[in-house]
């Protein structure tokens, strides 16, 4: 799998949009993107993924560059219940689940 | 909404000793992972079943961790004898396909003294 660089921390203010960048530049054709959040004490909470197009859900964005080398999580009106580490990985079609690596994530401060 | 239970949620345990963690997926995932986790780091995967089938257990520490998954349901990882550097966080996931987004307990947070 791919691997992936996510800024360490980053803030934001409460009611804002909360733009987590992560690069890719090595992902593969077959490889999706998926984001993960932890907050403290509590285990990863699946967020969304996506393969080349643009996803939306409840919980947030994912915008994905046309050359697929990186991709940004949006969160459009944050809370400080947003708190959390931000988990950007990548993993191909055929890779099961656990495989993931989840590396260090961004650790996201949403302020009042 | 269905969740993935564990427990105990916190463990004390004394080095040498043996310690279990238990897992129960969400109904229906056939797939069910361990991971542990380091204060400050990500979760790294220690085993995967697929129904009651070890597919990966290449990152765990055979010597002295085992899991077992005897019906294809719930699970259990065991530790023993117990290192002080086994503290850590202690999470199970499940997914309902081995390619589908896996689904995380809230984890046992185990500390060995």
């Known amino acids: 799998d791919a691997k992936t660089t996510q800024p360490t921390s980053m803030d934001c203010a409460e009611g804002r949009a909360a733009n987590l960048p992560c690069n890719h530049s090595t992902i593969s054709g077959n490889e999706y993107v998926y984001w993960y959040r932890q907050i403290h004490s509590q285990g990863p909470q699946y967020i969304i993924h996506g393969l080349k197009n643009n996803e939306t859900n409840e919980m947030a964005s994912l915008i994905i560059t046309e050359d697929r080398k990186s991709s940004t999580l949006i969160l459009p009106h944050a809370t400080l219940r947003d708190t959390a580490v931000y988990y950007c990985i990548v993993r191909g079609l055929n890779t099961n689940a656990g495989k993931s690596t989840f590396g260090d994530g961004t650790t996201l401060t949403v302020k009042p | 909404e269905a969740e993935v239970a564990q427990s105990p949620r916190y463990k004390i345990t004394e080095k040498s000793q043996a310690v279990a963690f238990w897992c129960d997926p969400i109904s229906g995932h056939a797939t069910l992972y361990w991971y542990r986790q380091i204060l400050g780091q990500g979760p790294e995967l220690l085993v995967q079943f697929q129904d009651e089938s070890v597919v990966d257990d290449s990152q765990l520490p055979k010597d002295r961790f085992s899991a077992e998954r005897l019906k294809g349901v719930d699970s259990t990882l065991k530790i023993q004898p117990a290192e002080l550097g086994d503290s850590a966080m202690y999470l199970c996931?499940?997914?309902?396909?081995?390619?589908?987004?896996?689904?995380f307990g809230q984890g046992t947070r185990l500390t060995v003294v």
């Open positions: 996931a499940s997914s309902l396909a081995r390619q589908g987004p896996a689904f």
